[in-house]
């Protein structure tokens, strides 16, 4: 009676095990699902900042690069696969509604080479050639310094400073324009709950401290976020989201 309870102890375990894996692959995209709607609903992407695409690219292709100097948690390699396609995915439905709302017939190009418009370009291919371009550049730097341990542990550090930078840029819109309006609040708060889980998930796991470390910063810019909700006093307040 005693093992058959350890067994099934055991099960519950391996499944919540599991259970909190799959959350962490997947539960990263989840918070973008309200605001790729809203996007949709009101055909004005204005409201979201893309740069947030631009550093979580960023964060979690140097990550993919620190997994092959460093093997942890497959469920975080998934998470970044999962995480690259959502960014993906945003910027392409941003691009679409910019090109349809664009009033004038001026466009810029990655291939322009001006830093004034530089991730505000006009087609969603520049945003892939940057992201290919990037890889690249990773992926020749990460093999000839493979072996040094160094590097691989600075690779690391620097994909977690930029994942914990990933809600700054909507941060420092809504302040630029001292409004969140556009800005799905159903976002951040997934955003928030999402990074308590996961910091908790990484202190329970003994991951990197690179990705406690990151975990916390970002859960003190998703409650700055929340308080410029309440500060600019949008009309959130009566429509969540």
């Not at 058959?4 to 259970?19: A, D, I, K, Q, V």
Request: with cysteine.
């Amino acid at each position: 009676m005693e093992q058959g309870s350890e067994e099934n102890m055991e099960s519950s375990w391996t499944l919540l095990s599991w259970l909190a894996s799959g959350v962490m692959v997947f539960g990263g995209a989840l918070p973008y699902v309200p605001q790729y709607q809203d996007i949709q609903r009101t055909i004005n992407a204005e409201g979201f900042s893309t740069r947030v695409c631009l550093v979580l690219l960023v964060a979690n292709i140097l990550r993919i690069f620190f997994w092959i100097g460093k093997q942890f948690e497959l469920p975080l390699l998934l998470q970044s696969v999962v995480m690259i396609l959502t960014m993906l995915a945003m910027l392409h439905l941003c691009c679409s509604i910019q090109s349809s709302n664009r009033v004038s017939t001026k466009q810029h190009h990655i291939t322009d080479l001006d830093l004034l418009y530089f991730w505000s370009w006009s087609s969603f291919g520049d945003y892939l050639i940057f992201c290919f371009a990037f890889t690249l550049l990773c992926a020749f730097i990460t093999f000839l310094f493979l072996d040094w341990v160094l590097f691989v542990e600075a690779l690391g550090s620097l994909a977690v400073m930029f994942e914990a930078m990933m809600g700054l840029p909507q941060l420092l819109q809504n302040y630029n324009k001292r409004s969140t309006r556009g800005m799905s609040v159903k976002m951040v708060l997934l955003w928030t709950a999402g990074d308590i889980f996961k910091t908790t998930y990484f202190v329970i796991n003994e991951s990197p401290t690179q990705f406690v470390v990151c975990g916390v910063v970002q859960i003190l810019i998703d409650i700055a976020i929340l308080l410029q909700v309440g500060y600019y006093g949008q009309d959130t307040r009566t429509k969540l989201g």
